[in-house]
């Protein structure tokens, strides 16, 4: 056995689509079918009116903070716990992140955290749906409109998912997904952000391609970015769209497999769903927890051994050394994010998993972990 973590769930649609692509030289991030149709899709999809490719998860936060003006000394509160690519986007800006702890239970941002921090250089609250669960957003709302601050999602692993029954990406002023291989859906590499605001849109459009001129081309409107998905990347999203739900409830029944497997192991927090939500869970990620809280990477360590591959879990903003160094960020800043930094990790949970390898999977997990208990 030799079971990766996730692989992309690819086939017959994306390939045609690509060669369609080829055919017609449409290669670019300019000229083709698929930008146009990928973006529409995929906002109707996600609940928005607007939808606009990037070439990343990375580049659609960049996007959404410079299409939104944040600028240097600007504050934006961010959820500790992510891919830091959340809060290099901040910093490509210039403006200043500040952490915010998590939630013991969903590992998301902690409402309530939030006002403690506000002054008057904050701007906006970036928010993450982690592993693919929706923050509690109806606080998050109320807080943004309280005092008139943007409101990001980055939804880079929580596509298709809902909160009281509308979609991630629809509730703040942007939402940014990432494309990624081993995300809900893949371009290979690839990025989108959301939107209802027309303007805004607009503006992220012409950011995203060097802000060239309406009339004369290369009389520039602003300092752009080449952030261009190709036409051959938006092919495979097209492919990929057409079976987003479907990749989903995969996702959903691996995650009910392991649960229902694993109900009852001690010291072992399991993901789970609140009753106001529906959960992509992207990854099925675990936390160890007293007698266990230290074992995380010899138990890694035996799975793979047993050739089962795994990830560890993220590591928050205030722990990274990069900028604790700098002075930026206290180590202590986040407690709860800290408990969890060096005891989680992740099972395989691609969606394409067969039954056999999951029985297997769940088998050698139970018999490595009661042996560390
Ligand atoms: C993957 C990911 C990103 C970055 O997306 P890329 O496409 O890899 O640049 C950002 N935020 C979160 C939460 C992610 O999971």
Not at 146 to 166: M, P, R, V, W
Request: charged share 20%.
């Amino acid at each position: 056995m030799n079971i990766h973590v996730s692989q992309p769930y690819l086939g017959l649609n994306e390939s045609k689509n690509v060669n369609k692509a080829l055919n017609e030289t449409a290669i670019s991030g300019f000229y083709g079918e698929f930008i146009p149709k990928f973006e529409k899709g995929f906002a109707e999809y996600s609940d928005c009116k607007f939808g606009v490719t990037t070439t990343s998860g990375t580049t659609a936060l960049h996007l959404a903070i410079a299409a939104l003006g944040l600028t240097k000394g600007d504050e934006v509160l961010v959820s500790t716990l992510t891919n830091m690519a959340t809060f290099f986007a901040v910093l490509y800006s210039g403006a200043i992140p500040i952490p915010i702890d998590i939630k013991n239970d969903t590992l998301n941002i902690n409402p309530n955290l939030l006002e403690d921090k506000i002054n008057k250089k904050t701007k906006a609250i970036i928010v993450v749906h982690l592993f693919g669960h929706p923050v509690d957003m109806e606080p998050v709302v109320k807080i943004s409109k309280k005092y008139n601050l943007f409101l990001i999602e980055d939804c880079a692993q929580a596509h298709g998912a809902t909160y009281k029954g509308q979609k991630v990406g629809s509730f703040g002023d942007i939402g940014c997904f990432s494309f990624y291989a081993n995300k809900i859906i893949t371009t290979g590499e690839g990025g989108m952000i959301t939107t209802n605001n027309e303007d805004i849109a607009v503006k992220a459009s012409t950011l995203k391609s060097l802000a060239f001129g309406v009339n004369n081309k290369f009389m520039h409107k602003d300092i752009g970015y080449n952030y261009r998905m190709t036409n051959l990347q938006a092919a495979i999203g097209c492919g990929q769209l057409k079976k987003i739900n479907e990749i989903i409830e995969l996702k959903r029944n691996i995650a009910e497999y392991y649960s229902n497997k694993f109900q009852d192991l001690d010291f072992v927090q399991l993901p789970l769903e609140k009753p106001y939500v529906k959960s992509v869970f992207w990854m099925y990620h675990i936390v160890l927890k007293d007698k266990l809280m230290h074992k995380r990477n010899e138990i890694m360590k035996d799975l793979k051994q047993n050739g089962i591959e795994t990830r560890e879990g993220f590591i928050p903003y205030n722990m990274q050394e990069i900028f604790i160094n700098r002075g930026w960020v206290k180590m202590e800043a986040c407690p709860r994010a800290n408990k969890v930094a060096f005891s989680s990790f992740y099972l395989p949970s691609g969606p394409s998993l067969s039954a056999e390898e999951l029985e297997y999977i769940s088998e050698k997990f139970i018999k490595i972990i009661t042996a560390f208990n």
